[in-house]
């Protein structure tokens, strides 16, 4: 049967000797040595360049410990961490959410078995976490994804006396649980990496033993359930292995390992899967020249940016690999090693697309060692140090504070004293600013500028981060509260034949003509910036008005419908999805498909409302019975059919600003909230007013309220929603089709 490990070590190959260590650049120290013996890193995580943690373990008398090591100042720093029993205590694994919010897993000896090891990392002290095991045998936990501080997703194996199976534990609620995880045979199933683009959305990977080969295992959870996915395998009557994967959304993931090619001899080559939307294919992956190549750890800074990195054999002895993904093409990168003996990669964690750090082992001839790598600009090299002799500061302004939704802000970020080179990534509440990762420093002032647009509102906190240059050293700004002004309060109404009308602070930038061919207008969304908006009509033809931009439509692609119901734009403006009464779904600009009802061959022709998750990657459909469909990293919250409440006249669905609810409006103005993240702030029905053409809800810019409109033109406001007059001219081109806030 299949041996399955939660670690590798590799100094056994290792040559007698020690060569002379690669030049070092600056950026970080060399990882502290703790002990007498061994240190080994295992997993490092990145939150931003400079704010790193690497876990492993160091050996110390003749036990395991577990390790941890904060990069602090642009160095590896031996931080205090706990240990559970007196037994053996590793670290596979560390997810980070911030500098100072991290989860590390792995496993613990309680003198008889392995027991899953969780430790927290919150107000600055490292300490265990009660977990839970799986059976009475060995539970090892190999990865660990979190979203938040407090939702995290754990990956390993248990064993069951004859076979080790796949074991899932997640953070919820503060507690740690075994979740249930499905197996792929009989003969024995491990996870060996896991990525969470949102509490309710993760992926793992690993493989499965059939009784004579290994081959690749991928599952996904969607909503609180794990499902075993269709993976490919590269060899033939071999084996397959995959050891770590990364995601940037519910749909886009890059797993890596290691498949054996059946030559004469039979070699292991790398193996590289990559999932889009929903379904996984093998891409080419180069290798050494040589003979064994395993990729162990990957990261990816963007769909199209990744890098991965292990090891392959030369002479005997493990050496670094390293390759990198970028413009649809895997291909090798040039890391140095410390010695002529085992240099291994076991991970690697990359902020931005300019700046990654990996951590692993060498062998000394005598023991492992630790072995940080730092990618810069595209450069590998091995950290050494100390060798930062310029502590830099880094300043940030924008142009323009407050701002406003939609429209941008240049962002100016000045190092201290000015470097020679190196670039400058830009967050925003701890996510990378889109366009701004890797920019470079301006070496006559020192600046480094993007521009910026902010598509929500409220209080942006900003930080800039120096990726250190030479004997510069890595800096990091103070948080700069950037200010988002919301657009005005204010509604548009468009008419069954194409006029707007806009009220409040909504302006008309007008209407679309309609025709027998086109058919009525059904549906119009505001631009984020509330300076623009689109009307689309039963033919799927769009109309982009204001700053609003034409991304296409269903004419324009020779699609013949007659039975579109509403439109949604993307987040960032520059995509929108269209629906059909049959759930239907077209997608343009940036817009992704996530699933359609006819593609779930589901046969429907009441579907009456769409909106789109906050950060578009998922949407909702609603019927005229309220019942609710999710697709992408939508979560249901229920419908009216699942309480039970009968009704056929639900006009539209209204997201929660946080994508953690929503709500369904009827025609007579009864309103149905669901989720944790919307409140009610009243019905018609609730006031006493009694009607049955409601045709339309829309939310006011702060969430603090919404908008009814009737068929005849008249509007109700409830919260901080206040109703501006029936503009003169409606009466003529009644009925109102459609609503929209700014």
Request: charged residues 10%; hydrophobic residues 35%; proline residues 5%.
């Given at each position: 049967?299949?041996?399955?490990?939660?670690?590798?070590?590799?100094?056994?190959?290792?040559?007698?000797?020690?060569?002379?260590?690669?030049?070092?650049?600056?950026?970080?120290?060399?990882?502290?040595?703790?002990?007498?013996?061994?240190?080994?890193?295992?997993?490092?995580?990145?939150?931003?360049?400079?704010?790193?943690?690497?876990?492993?373990?160091?050996?110390?008398?003749?036990?395991?410990?577990?390790?941890?090591?904060?990069?602090?100042?642009?160095?590896?720093?031996?931080?205090?961490?706990?240990?559970?029993?007196?037994?053996?205590?590793?670290?596979?694994?560390?997810?980070?959410?911030?500098?100072?919010?991290?989860?590390?897993?792995?496993?613990?000896?309680?003198?008889?078995?392995?027991?899953?090891?969780?430790?927290?990392?919150?107000?600055?002290?490292?300490?265990?976490?009660?977990?839970?095991?799986?059976?009475?045998?060995?539970?090892?936990?190999?990865?660990?994804?979190?979203?938040?501080?407090?939702?995290?997703?754990?990956?390993?194996?248990?064993?069951?006396?004859?076979?080790?199976?796949?074991?899932?534990?997640?953070?919820?609620?503060?507690?740690?649980?075994?979740?249930?995880?499905?197996?792929?045979?009989?003969?024995?199933?491990?996870?060996?990496?896991?990525?969470?683009?949102?509490?309710?959305?993760?992926?793992?990977?690993?493989?499965?033993?059939?009784?004579?080969?290994?081959?690749?295992?991928?599952?996904?959870?969607?909503?609180?359930?794990?499902?075993?996915?269709?993976?490919?395998?590269?060899?033939?009557?071999?084996?397959?292995?995959?050891?770590?994967?990364?995601?940037?959304?519910?749909?886009?993931?890059?797993?890596?390992?290691?498949?054996?090619?059946?030559?004469?001899?039979?070699?292991?080559?790398?193996?590289?899967?990559?999932?889009?939307?929903?379904?996984?294919?093998?891409?080419?992956?180069?290798?050494?020249?040589?003979?064994?190549?395993?990729?162990?750890?990957?990261?990816?800074?963007?769909?199209?940016?990744?890098?991965?990195?292990?090891?392959?054999?030369?002479?005997?002895?493990?050496?670094?690999?390293?390759?990198?993904?970028?413009?649809?093409?895997?291909?090798?990168?040039?890391?140095?090693?410390?010695?002529?003996?085992?240099?291994?990669?076991?991970?690697?964690?990359?902020?931005?697309?300019?700046?990654?750090?990996?951590?692993?082992?060498?062998?000394?001839?005598?023991?492992?060692?630790?072995?940080?790598?730092?990618?810069?600009?595209?450069?590998?090299?091995?950290?050494?140090?100390?060798?930062?002799?310029?502590?830099?500061?880094?300043?940030?302004?924008?142009?323009?504070?407050?701002?406003?939704?939609?429209?941008?802000?240049?962002?100016?970020?000045?190092?201290?004293?000015?470097?020679?080179?190196?670039?400058?990534?830009?967050?925003?509440?701890?996510?990378?600013?889109?366009?701004?990762?890797?920019?470079?420093?301006?070496?006559?002032?020192?600046?480094?500028?993007?521009?910026?647009?902010?598509?929500?509102?409220?209080?942006?906190?900003?930080?800039?981060?120096?990726?250190?240059?030479?004997?510069?050293?890595?800096?990091?700004?103070?948080?700069?509260?950037?200010?988002?002004?919301?657009?005005?309060?204010?509604?548009?109404?468009?008419?069954?034949?194409?006029?707007?009308?806009?009220?409040?602070?909504?302006?008309?930038?007008?209407?679309?003509?309609?025709?027998?061919?086109?058919?009525?207008?059904?549906?119009?969304?505001?631009?984020?910036?509330?300076?623009?908006?689109?009307?689309?009509?039963?033919?799927?033809?769009?109309?982009?008005?204001?700053?609003?931009?034409?991304?296409?439509?269903?004419?324009?692609?020779?699609?013949?419908?007659?039975?579109?119901?509403?439109?949604?734009?993307?987040?960032?403006?520059?995509?929108?999805?269209?629906?059909?009464?049959?759930?239907?779904?077209?997608?343009?600009?940036?817009?992704?498909?996530?699933?359609?009802?006819?593609?779930?061959?589901?046969?429907?022709?009441?579907?009456?409302?769409?909106?789109?998750?906050?950060?578009?990657?998922?949407?909702?459909?609603?019927?005229?019975?309220?019942?609710?469909?999710?697709?992408?990293?939508?979560?249901?919250?229920?419908?009216?059919?699942?309480?039970?409440?009968?009704?056929?006249?639900?006009?539209?669905?209204?997201?929660?600003?946080?994508?953690?609810?929503?709500?369904?409006?009827?025609?007579?103005?009864?309103?149905?909230?669901?989720?944790?993240?919307?409140?009610?702030?009243?019905?018609?029905?609730?006031i006493g007013v009694k009607v049955s053409d409601i045709v339309g809800i829309a939310l006011t810019p702060d969430d603090g309220g919404y908008y009814m409109?009737?068929?005849?033109?008249?509007?109700?406001?409830?919260?901080?929603?206040?109703?501006?007059?029936?503009?003169?001219?409606?009466?003529?081109?009644?009925?109102?089709?459609?609503?929209?806030?700014?």
């Amino acid at each position: 049967m299949a041996v399955f490990v939660a670690s590798v070590s590799l100094s056994a190959i290792a040559l007698v000797g020690v060569g002379t260590a690669a030049a070092g650049i600056a950026g970080a120290a060399p990882p502290p040595v703790t002990g007498s013996k061994e240190n080994v890193i295992d997993s490092v995580s990145c939150t931003a360049p400079g704010a790193c943690v690497a876990v492993g373990y160091y050996k110390n008398g003749s036990k395991y410990q577990a390790l941890v090591e904060p990069m602090v100042n642009g160095g590896w720093k031996v931080g205090p961490s706990a240990d559970e029993g007196t037994g053996v205590n590793v670290l596979n694994s560390v997810s980070c959410t911030s500098s100072t919010s991290c989860v590390a897993v792995g496993y613990y000896s309680n003198g008889a078995t392995e027991q899953a090891l969780v430790e927290t990392l919150a107000k600055g002290a490292w300490s265990v976490t009660p977990s839970s095991d799986e059976g009475s045998g060995n539970n090892v936990l190999n990865s660990a994804s979190c979203t938040s501080p407090t939702t995290c997703v754990a990956v390993g194996y248990y064993s069951n006396g004859g076979a080790n199976l796949t074991l899932v534990e997640t953070l919820a609620n503060g507690s740690w649980r075994v979740a249930p995880s499905p197996n792929r045979g009989a003969d024995g199933s491990q996870l060996n990496g896991v990525s969470c683009t949102s509490a309710t959305a993760c992926v793992a990977a690993g493989y499965y033993y059939t009784g004579s080969e290994d081959l690749t295992l991928v599952e996904t959870m969607a909503n609180g359930t794990w499902t075993v996915a269709s993976s490919p395998n590269q060899g033939v009557s071999s084996g397959d292995e995959l050891n770590s994967i990364a995601c940037t959304s519910a749909t886009d993931c890059t797993a890596v390992g290691y498949y054996v090619h059946s030559g004469h001899p039979a070699t292991d080559l790398t193996l590289v899967e990559e999932m889009s939307s929903t379904t996984w294919k093998l891409a080419t992956s180069p290798n050494q020249a040589s003979s064994n190549n395993w990729l162990l750890g990957v990261s990816c800074s963007s769909s199209s940016g990744c890098i991965a990195v292990g090891y392959y054999t030369h002479g005997g002895a493990a050496q670094v690999l390293a390759e990198r993904l970028a413009s649809g093409t895997w291909s090798l990168a040039a890391a140095p090693d410390e010695n002529s003996n085992a240099n291994v990669l076991e991970s690697a964690s990359c902020p931005t697309a300019a700046w990654c750090v990996a951590g692993g082992y060498y062998y000394t001839g005598s023991q492992d060692a630790s072995l940080s790598e730092l990618m810069n600009s595209g450069k590998w090299s091995i950290v050494l140090g100390p060798v930062l002799t310029t502590s830099t500061s880094i300043s940030l302004t924008a142009a323009s504070n407050p701002g406003a939704v939609g429209e941008p802000v240049t962002l100016t970020a000045t190092v201290s004293p000015t470097p020679a080179g190196g670039s400058v990534s830009f967050t925003s509440d701890g996510t990378a600013v889109v366009g701004c990762s890797g920019v470079p420093v301006n070496t006559s002032n020192g600046q480094a500028t993007c521009s910026a647009t902010f598509w929500t509102g409220g209080h942006q906190s900003v930080q800039a981060f120096f990726s250190g240059y030479a004997d510069f050293g890595l800096s990091s700004s103070a948080v700069y509260t950037e200010t988002v002004d919301l657009p005005a309060p204010g509604y548009w109404l468009a008419t069954a034949n194409g006029q707007v009308y806009g009220l409040g602070g909504a302006s008309t930038y007008g209407g679309m003509p309609t025709s027998s061919t086109t058919g009525p207008v059904v549906g119009i969304a505001g631009s984020p910036s509330g300076k623009g908006y689109w009307v689309v009509t039963a033919n799927g033809t769009v109309d982009a008005l204001g700053d609003a931009h034409f991304h296409g439509d269903l004419p324009a692609l020779g699609k013949h419908v007659s039975d579109i119901v509403a439109i949604a734009p993307t987040v960032d403006a520059k995509g929108y999805w269209l629906v059909g009464a049959d759930g239907g779904f077209f997608a343009f600009g940036d817009a992704v498909f996530h699933g359609s009802l006819p593609g779930l061959h589901l046969h429907v022709k009441d579907i009456v409302g769409l909106v789109a998750t906050p950060g578009g990657a998922g949407y909702l459909l609603v019927g005229s019975d309220g019942g609710v469909f999710t697709f992408g990293t939508s979560r249901f919250y229920g419908s009216l059919p699942g309480q039970g409440i009968h009704v056929h006249d639900i006009r539209a669905i209204l997201p929660a600003a946080a994508g953690t609810g929503y709500v369904l409006v009827g025609s007579d103005g009864g309103v149905f909230n669901f989720g944790t993240g919307v409140r009610f702030h009243g019905s018609l029905p609730g006031i006493g007013v009694k009607v049955s053409d409601i045709v339309g809800i829309a939310l006011t810019p702060d969430d603090g309220g919404y908008y009814m409109a009737e068929s005849s033109g008249k509007v109700y406001g409830f919260g901080d929603a206040h109703a501006f007059p029936t503009p003169s001219g409606l009466s003529a081109n009644l009925p109102v089709a459609a609503i929209s806030g700014t």
